[in-house]
């Protein structure tokens, strides 16, 4: 279970619409969105784009304040019809915000976004 799908998870079990999006050896503009994960290499991947009109516009909106690029853009995006919430998974004492990321909540601010649309989840394994 990768965390990024567990927070996927609990979005969607709290009545939320989600994706998992990897931007990742994408190019600034062409993510993959995903709704699970298949047992096959990152390349075989399903992608299931976002239909929600809202949800996209304001996605790539702030990708245009970001320099015309999704880099950045934080691991889970949940949406309800009035709500948005991106989600940041890190793991605990071993992975730190990077420069893209910051640069990607400060774009996301300037396009009408608040603090309150962003949440870092910090995990770890436990025995």
Partial sequence: MFAE???KILFEKSG???RWIETYGRGNMNPIFLNEWEDKIF????HDPIAYKKVN???FSIAKINGNSL???WDVLGW???QILF????????DAMRSSQLKWLHSALLAGLSNDNFLIVEW???N
């Fill in 5 to 7: 799908l567990a927070i």
């Fill in 16 to 18: 939320w619409s989600s």
């Fill in 43 to 46: 390349s075989s991947q399903i």
């Fill in 57 to 59: 516009d304001l996605l």
């Fill in 71 to 73: 880099s950045g853009c």
């Fill in 80 to 82: 309800t019809d009035d």
């Fill in 87 to 94: 989600s940041e998974s890190k793991r605990r004492k071993k």
């Fill in 124 to 126: 770890d394994f436990k």
